[in-house]
């Protein structure tokens, strides 16, 4: 459970909203009864940090976290009266974090020790998503025993994805906290998030960063990354684009995007507000053929106007006001990330134990 905990704790850090992270717990450990520190998930032994906290909102707990669920989350095959809030509401514009944990195998990950999901079965649940517009692109990462399996059988386009382990091969955990006697963190988990709590949401690493710390001295075990289906080399892709939500537009130096016309506004600077269902290029696009008088601009400011402060530059070079995709580029504005802590009868029983001390 620390594993999904530290992983959420740290996407919110970086900036995704808990509007944008769907999670699913199988259990509640933090109030279960034999929890020596009720209340509270720890993943170090120091308990210098409590994962849980006030600010942690489960989206599926319990035996809500089915293999039926989770398809469903993922191709949006709901029923009208389901909650918003419990839906991966995407489009072709969203990049989209899906973290698993929990017991697997060969080509299978448990869910509640009562039913398996097959690798097969997310690639097929990918490739609606595809058909359907539901991504731009996935970042898939699996911390389990023969985690690598996870994802060979995908085969829908932009795809990228990483496991802690090769097939016949188990993953490990980091360390035990003697309170409780048991692991807390697993190695894989544990040394994504090292690599991860040294940024921040500007930090300029990459992908290709994160993978290159994934040594065998470290995790004990081979990590797998397959690139075939993504269009991107990771070494170009930042970390930011998937675990951060990095708010703004910045100006670019490549040559602006040839217009009709420029609007003449002279020496005009404004502000105007981002609201997730637009998107401010587009209408400024829009505007392109529209003389852009200061009324305009107020229309436009109101229009985006949110509790988002995406705060937007508009001004003049010369004497021209240009709006361009080539001129200037929208940080990432809508990721959304899928935590998932799968936990088999097993393990909730040897935890459970070792809480009763």
Known sequence: MANVLSMYRTVKRLGIPDSQIILMLSDDVACNSRNLFPGSVFNNKDHAIDLY???????YRG?????????????????EDHP?????????????????????????????????IASEDIADAFQQMY?????????????????????????????????????????????SDVEIGVAVIDRFTYY???????????????LQDLFDSFTFE???????????????????????DFFANVQNVIPDDSKPLSLSHYHHYKDYIGTAQYEQNNNVLDLALEKNHENFSSSKFDRLTKRFKSTNELNVDIGSNEYSLAFSKQSVTLGLMFVVMIVLFILSGNTTKANYNLYNN
């Not at 995407?90 to 039913?115: P, V, W």
């Open 192 to 206: 994504c998030l090292d690599f991860l709590e040294n940024i921040d949401k500007n930090s300029t690493l990459t």
């Open 84 to 116: 918003k809030s419990k839906r991966l509401l995407t489009d072709e514009n969203s990049n989209i974090f899906i973290y698993m944990t929990g017991h697997g195998g060969d080509d299978f990950l448990k869910f509640q020790d009562a039913e398996e």
């Open 53 to 59: 906290g006030d600010s942690v909102e489960v989206d």
């Open 131 to 175: 058909e359907k517009k539901r991504y731009k692109e996935i970042f898939f990462m699996v911390d389990t025993c023969q985690a690598n399996t996870m994802y060979s059988k995908f085969y829908s386009p932009n795809i990228l994805a990483v496991g802690s382990s090769e097939m016949d091969e188990s993953s490990y955990s980091h360390h």
């Open 63 to 79: 035996y809500e976290v089915t293999v039926e669920n989770f398809i469903r989350l993922l191709t949006d095959r709901w029923t």
């Open 218 to 240: 470290r995790i004990h075990s081979h990590v797998g990354v397959r690139t075939d289906l993504f269009q991107r080399d990771p070494s170009e892709v930042l970390i930011t």
